[in-house]
């Protein structure tokens, strides 16, 4: 990873059609997923459900190469439980330990605000993200079959984590 990433968690205009592009590029690559618009567009419709419907209640952390983005990982307020959501690095940034690193201050946020239990929905298939997840103590609580979008074949998961 190269000395000049950098880590912000104050959103800017132009920050969630980044972290939207970014899902889009990277996830019309990865085996089994849709290499076309429909993840994408989903994950739009998520971040604008956060800003316009939630308040923006959470936070996003983006990591930065210069100007461009890759990486990113939130947590969102969601009654008083913590949902990780949006976690994924760019092939470039991956290996370097920047996607832990996020989820870690993710997690920590988590603990400041006095949350309980914090909880993700991914998806069978990225085996990254999941070592990620198992590594921190989350626990798969459910598994269903993937209706957003067509994924080939991945099976939605929904892990939790309970905080001390």
């Known amino acids: ?13 132009g920050d969630l ?55 990113c990982a939130a947590m969102i307020d969601r009654s008083g439980r913590g949902q990780l959501r949006w976690v994924l690095a760019a092939p470039e940034a991956r ?25 993700l929905e991914t998806t069978t298939g990225l085996p990254a993200s999941m070592a990620i997840y198992e590594k921190l103590g989350f626990r798969i609580e459910k598994e269903q079959p993937l209706e957003h979008w067509n994924a080939g074949g991945h099976v939605q998961l929904t892990m939790v984590k309970s905080l001390p």
Do not use: N
Not at 1 to 13: A, G, N
Not at 45 to 71: C, H, N, P, Y
């Open 17 to 71: 059609g980044r972290i939207a592009a970014l899902h889009g590029e990277v996830y019309a690559c990865e085996p089994g997923f849709p290499g076309d618009l429909t993840f994408e567009a989903y994950v739009c419709r998520t971040l604008s459900d956060f800003m316009l419907e939630d308040g923006g209640k959470g936070r996003i952390w983006l990591a930065e190469q210069g100007d461009k983005l890759v990486a």
């Open 1 to 13: 990873m190269s000395d000049k990433t950098s880590i912000r968690c104050d959103l800017r205009p």
């Open 95 to 119: 290996g370097h330990g920047l996607g832990r690193d996020l989820v870690l201050h993710a997690m920590d946020y988590a603990r400041e605000q006095g949350w309980s239990e914090v909880f």
